[in-house]
């Protein structure tokens, strides 16, 4: 990537304000696998003859071994010796604003590409600063590994300078955590730690190392072997589970495929979409599945859950079989759990044996990676069928085609005249195409945009789901373009989110990674006013950002001062020409401010601890069901 320069920067603002001239209960012995899985091999695996170097040198020789192309991190005291070797690395280092920014960027990297990301941070504050990617990347299944500075081993747990408890500050919210020991060891660490945050559920991993480690003299040689006892994560599902699962789909009248992101990171949707097919069985995706199975796809529901379609959340609410794949049941997709899906039988099947029946009671258990798992069931559900079992899902259907007919999702033009967030969105996804890669922040503006961007493709949605972080989508966006620099990378951001991470632009700049940002600019913290308006009586207490009576700050003006294009949008008939201005500029980051309307809500909406039987399709518009169907 080329960084631009001024006089580029320059160009590229006039061009785009001229072309967009805006205004401006089983056996658990069932569960476990027919065969144990291979030794795990060594990521990558290039072979090294004995030198002798610094642990710094073997950390930074470890990184080119294992084919990690670009690191996202600050320099600081404790990890400084490892910057020194880094400097004549292959690695690319790009140096971020804010740790928090390197930890997301990973993330986004490792979402958008499917290998690990990697970020690096120094002691005490700037490893407690990596914290809330780790716990958002940990929730979200993604991935990474962090690399951590730590003070000399005779200075840990002396309360010295910048010293911080990083291993048992993050043991709750990593895969794995290492504190490196000595210098020999840094290379099978590495190695291990790339292993267990890729296989099995990817997660993060944590590796501290002690300044005087990486300063000490070693010997670096590769590949490492590796020592991980125990840790054998079951890939091929047992067949009896199999071959139960595929004889209650075909026995099913209601059954329904709930498919979560453990789809995305097993490479299963080409899978996922002949077993839909085969099967006939509806389909609904989470908010980290979107782009698993066609949004245009006939037999595609939507997404079920809080802000779920009404088909969606009434299609798993009333089904009498739910197959699991890859999801967890969370408290935003069950509602109130008592009184989620009272009728269903459920076959759940994951990777990680620990989230089988964490919160719904299962019937048949299948621990195994979603890819084997959905091969298997197709073979399994072919025999049900050439065996002449299986069921007519015709009412299933009218039921289903009725509600997607009476409740589509939509939204009302605000009878201020203000410009629709909604309309905003809804443009950006056709103008750009489903080749694009979208990145959400979090709140109102995220659910808009998994309701109304149409995703096609696998890995084209980014977001944070688990722990629902704001500030993640404009450093995610910038790990998803480097990762992906010949994609067109959005983010769409909402005007609080953006003001927690947008110094990562100046990283952008500076880099050359011409990402494009969209924010929606109603003036507040929407969901939160949003519910204070639902629950609190309309008393708006502390939601109000100034970003609309004051202009504070002005995104356009900030954008410029970071380096970027910056482009503002405040009505309807501007909004195609803003998008396809902003689409024209590929050597700079652009901003583009688009001023929205603060009272658009999202819906439908289950209210937080109310059952799904109490979806609300609009404000005081109950969706009406059959009476045979309640």
């Known amino acids: 990537m080329t960084r631009p320069t001024p006089e580029t920067l320059a160009h590229s603002a006039r061009r785009a304000r001229a072309a967009a001239d805006p205004t401006v209960e089983v056996d658990p012995a069932v569960a476990r696998p027919a065969a144990t899985p291979a030794t795990p091999a060594v990521p990558a695996v290039r072979p090294s003859a004995p030198a002798q170097v610094t642990g710094a040198g073997s950390l930074v020789r470890s990184l080119e071994a294992l084919d990690v192309d670009v690191v996202f991190g600050i320099p600081g005291g404790a990890i400084l010796p490892a910057y020194d070797p880094l400097y004549d690395s292959t690695v690319r280092h790009i140096l971020v604003r804010h740790e928090q920014g390197a930890g997301h960027a990973a993330t986004g990297y490792a979402q958008a590409t499917g290998k690990v990301g990697v970020c690096i941070?120094?002691?005490?504050p700037g490893a407690t600063n990596l914290v809330t990617p780790i716990a958002d990347?940990?929730?979200?299944s993604v991935a990474m590994v962090a690399i951590t500075g730590q003070v000399a081993r005779p200075s840990i747990g002396t309360d010295a300078f910048q010293e911080a408890d990083i291993q048992g500050i993050t043991l709750p919210i990593t895969k794995h955590n290492f504190l490196v020991?000595?210098?020999?060891?840094?290379p099978q660490v590495l190695a291990e730690a790339f292993h267990l945050a890729s296989s099995g559920r990817p997660g993060p991993v944590l590796v501290d190392i002690p300044k005087d480690v990486l300063q000490a003299q070693t010997t670096f040689a590769w590949p490492p072997t590796l020592d991980l006892p125990g840790y054998r994560p079951t890939l091929h599902p047992h067949g009896k589970q199999i071959r139960e699962?595929?004889?209650l789909m075909a026995a099913a009248r209601r059954p329904v495929l709930y498919v979560g992101g453990g789809v995305l990171k097993a490479g299963a949707t080409d899978g996922l979409r002949r077993l839909a097919e085969l099967t006939g069985i509806p389909v609904v995706t989470t908010l980290m599945a979107l782009g698993a199975f066609p949004d245009s796809h006939q037999q595609h529901l939507g997404m079920p859950g809080m802000h779920g379609t009404v088909a969606a959340v009434y299609g798993l609410q009333k089904a009498d079989l739910i197959v699991a794949l890859g999801a967890r049941f969370d408290d935003r997709v069950t509602g109130k759990l008592d009184s989620f899906a009272p009728d269903a039988t459920v076959v759940h099947a994951d990777i990680d044996p620990a989230e089988i029946g964490k919160n719904r009671h299962v019937e048949?258990?299948?621990?195994?990676?979603a890819k084997h798992v959905i091969d298997e069931l197709i073979a399994a559900v072919t025999v049900e069928r050439s065996a002449g079992r299986s069921t007519d899902l015709g009412d299933w259907w009218t039921q289903l085609d009725d509600l997607r007919n009476r409740y589509p999702l939509g939204y009302d033009e605000p009878a201020d005249g203000t410009l629709s967030p909604q309309y905003v969105i809804k443009r950006l996804g056709e103008i750009v195409g489903p080749d694009a890669i979208f990145v959400a922040g979090v709140g109102q503006h995220q659910m808009w945009a998994?309701?109304?961007?149409s995703y096609e493709k696998p890995n084209?949605?980014?977001?944070?789901g688990g722990l629902g972080t704001m500030g993640y989508a404009v450093p995610a966006a910038m790990g998803a373009k480097v990762g992906k620099p010949d994609t067109v990378v959005w983010a769409v951001d909402g005007d609080g989110c953006f003001q927690m991470t947008n110094q990562e632009l100046a990283t952008c700049a500076l880099e050359g990674i011409p990402v494009k940002i969209a924010v929606i600019n109603n003036g507040n913290l929407g969901m939160v006013r949003q519910w204070q308006t639902l629950f609190y009586n309309e008393r708006y207490s502390n939601t109000e950002l100034g970003t609309h009576k004051h202009r504070i700050p002005d995104f356009v003006k900030l954008a410029e001062a970071l380096g970027c294009i910056g482009l503002r949008c405040e009505n309807a008939a501007d909004v195609d020409k803003t998008i396809a201005a902003a689409m024209e500029i590929n050597d700079a980051p652009v901003v583009v401010d688009f001023v929205v309307g603060k009272d658009a809500m999202v819906w439908p909406m289950v209210a937080a601890g109310t059952s799904n039987d109490e979806i609300m399709f609009a404000r005081g518009v109950r969706p009406t069901f059959d009476e045979d169907d309640i």
Do not use: C, H, K
Request: aromatic letters at 10%; proline letters at 3%.
């Open 121 to 124: 941070a120094t002691s005490g």
């Open 181 to 186: 020991q000595n210098a020999e060891e840094i």
């Open 364 to 369: 048949v258990p299948i621990v195994g990676d």
């Open 460 to 464: 084209t949605w980014l977001n944070s």
């Open 450 to 453: 998994s309701q109304f961007i």
């Open 245 to 247: 699962a595929a004889r």
């Open 137 to 140: 990347a940990y929730m979200d």
